[in-house]
């Protein structure tokens, strides 16, 4: 009898346990649970209402929070996910498809092989031919443009993981009634003579000659092989305005230790056991750039996608190219020593900024060029192709006809103007020069935008028109676009000599010294520049600088003293 009794027990015991376990640990976080990979929306607790949980919302709601906080939801979740994929390799990532043998794609990269993605960004197929043969004329127009300003304007095709390795797709029908977009763009660049470098088919031909896959079995971007490509985009540079740039030279390949972006469709999967890799190694190597006696370094712009990541953290960019941006998505500018100052392509002067590089390549792939050039095409053309005053007048008569039948057009002007922005945008064939079969013009302003580019270059004027932002107040951007002025310049540069100068007897200066300190520690800034800005601030003082600040007007006068 007592030993039924302890058996009870122990049976109860354990049900306690497996009941109020996983609420402990909602509440308490007694054991510290690796957490899942992906986008995750947090669901908020839901206030309780008499009027919500009469209609059952509450009661939805509370179920919806309840089912992401329910104690130890991490390994139940990857274990259910474990047990779909080992019995039956089904996946609920929505972002991740299921090959044959373990492999993964992506679906947008499966559907582009069988021919479905098309009309999942383009109304029909008609209307994609039309919209693509438009984007190929303005990218043509916008290279010679570019060209005869000595820009070189060119495509990079990355690899498409559906297109290199095929064999292990999942089984699909082709939809014969839509074209492959990547071929049409190819096809027509070649006929127009326009450079275009395409991946895909190269690590095609490769793939079976060496011990590694070129895309990784469980990722969706290239890896090391990225390293190759940039050597084979440089090298096409560089003939393309005949020059020599710097060579990369590779180390000997082993394998790496850093499995990120090789397994990053696996980990949305968010599996308890990792896939089993089936084809060769991850390599990695030591990569260098090595200039001979000839070589140049140009200023280069990349914009595209994410497949640019994967060149950029593995090629040392900054021993081939004297400075470089990339523009995401056409969308968000980086910029900086390691591309991590970034600024929306949209607040950018893009005619001075087109003109500023030695070379601007268009990073895409394959699926990604169903949606045309994703706006890079019109927007350049609309840039370089009418003048400014003509592209305003357009988007005034746009905005005109989206207000005319308004009730209250003050309230919707601005509105209207963004709207017809983003119309003439998608839309610039509106302009009857940009409709044209042969397009011939171009903005007027691309002189003056040359004059900015080598005045950036010159550092003897680039010195004084920093003394002149520092006598308005203003930065180098207002003064590269303000008329030069000689006597303000001479000025500026005493200004600057006396600032160096106080800095230099600042801490002579015993009760003016510890007066910096007290309002440096209150300040939490350095004691080097709160004496910097305590010079300067004393000098803009003595000639009455912050009364006659540039804010909208480059052009303003500056009341000069007598200088003697």
Not at 115 to 120: D, I, Q, V, W
Not at 407 to 431: F, G, M, Q, Y
């Amino acid at each position: 009898m007592r030993k039924k009794y302890i058996y009870d027990l122990v049976l109860f015991t354990i049900l306690m346990v497996l009941l109020f376990l996983p609420m402990l640990q909602a509440h308490v976080l007694l054991i510290p649970l690796k957490p899942l990979n992906g986008v995750t929306i947090e669901t908020e607790k839901p206030d309780f209402n008499l009027e919500a949980y009469r209609s059952g919302d509450y009661a939805k709601q509370e179920e919806a929070y309840l089912g992401e906080h329910f104690g130890f939801r991490e390994p139940v979740i990857r274990l259910y996910n474990q047990y779909l994929w080992s019995c039956y390799k089904k996946t609920y990532a929505h972002d991740v498809m299921a090959g044959k043998q373990g492999w993964l794609y992506t679906p947008e990269s499966v559907s582009d092989y069988y021919g479905t993605e098309l009309l999942n960004w383009q109304p029909s197929v008609e209307e994609a031919k039309s919209t693509f043969e438009r984007e190929v004329k303005y990218m043509c127009r916008a290279r010679d443009i570019l060209k005869e300003n000595d820009v070189e304007l060119l495509a990079f095709i990355a690899p498409e993981k559906s297109f290199v390795y095929p064999e292990y797709l999942p089984e699909g029908r082709h939809d014969t009634t839509t074209f492959n977009a990547c071929a049409t763009f190819l096809h027509r660049f070649q006929e127009n003579g326009f450079p275009c470098i395409d991946m895909t088919s190269w690590f095609a031909l490769m793939k079976d000659t060496v011990p590694y896959p070129l895309i990784p079995q469980t990722g969706a971007h290239w890896v090391f092989p990225a390293v190759y490509a940039a050597d084979s985009l440089f090298r096409f540079m560089g003939d393309l305005k005949g020059i020599e740039l710097p060579k990369l030279k590779i180390g000997k390949l082993h394998e790496s230790n850093n499995h990120g972006t090789d397994n990053e469709l696996e980990r949305l999967l968010n599996l308890s056991l990792p896939i089993r890799k089936r084809n060769g190694y991850s390599p990695t190597a030591e990569v260098t750039a090595e200039g001979g006696p000839n070589s140049v370094k140009p200023k280069v712009l990349f914009v595209g996608n994410s497949y640019m990541w994967g060149m950029a953290n593995r090629v040392p960019m900054r021993e081939v190219f004297s400075d470089m941006e990339f523009w995401y998505y056409f969308s968000t500018a980086y910029s900086g020593e390691h591309l991590t100052d970034t600024q929306p392509v949209v607040d950018l002067n893009l005619l001075e900024k087109l003109l500023d590089f030695d070379y601007i390549v268009w990073f895409t792939t394959g699926n990604q060029l169903n949606k045309g050039t994703n706006g890079f095409a019109n927007s350049v053309i609309l840039t370089l192709g009418v003048d400014d005053s003509i592209r305003q007048a357009y988007i005034d008569r746009i905005a005109d006809t989206l207000c005319r039948d308004a009730i209250n057009r003050v309230s919707t002007d601005s509105i209207s103007r963004k709207e017809a922005i983003a119309i003439l945008h998608k839309h610039p064939e509106i302009i009857p020069e940009l409709n044209a079969e042969t397009l011939t013009t171009q903005n007027r302003n691309i002189p003056y935008a040359k004059v900015i580019k080598d005045i950036r270059k010159d550092s003897t004027w680039m010195a004084a028109l920093e003394a002149q932002a520092f006598l308005r107040s203003a930065n180098m951007n207002q003064m590269l676009h303000a008329e030069d002025q000689t006597a303000e310049i001479q000025f500026a540069r005493q200004c600057l000599e006396e600032v160096r100068g106080r800095i230099e007897r600042i801490p002579d200066n015993a009760e003016l010294l510890e007066h910096i300190r007290k309002d440096a520690e209150k300040r939490h800034k350095p004691m080097d520049k709160a004496i910097e800005d305590a010079a300067i601030w004393i000098t803009r003082e003595k000639y009455g600088l912050d009364h006659c600040r540039l804010i909208d007007d480059p052009d303003a006068e500056i009341p000069i003293p007598q200088l003697k």
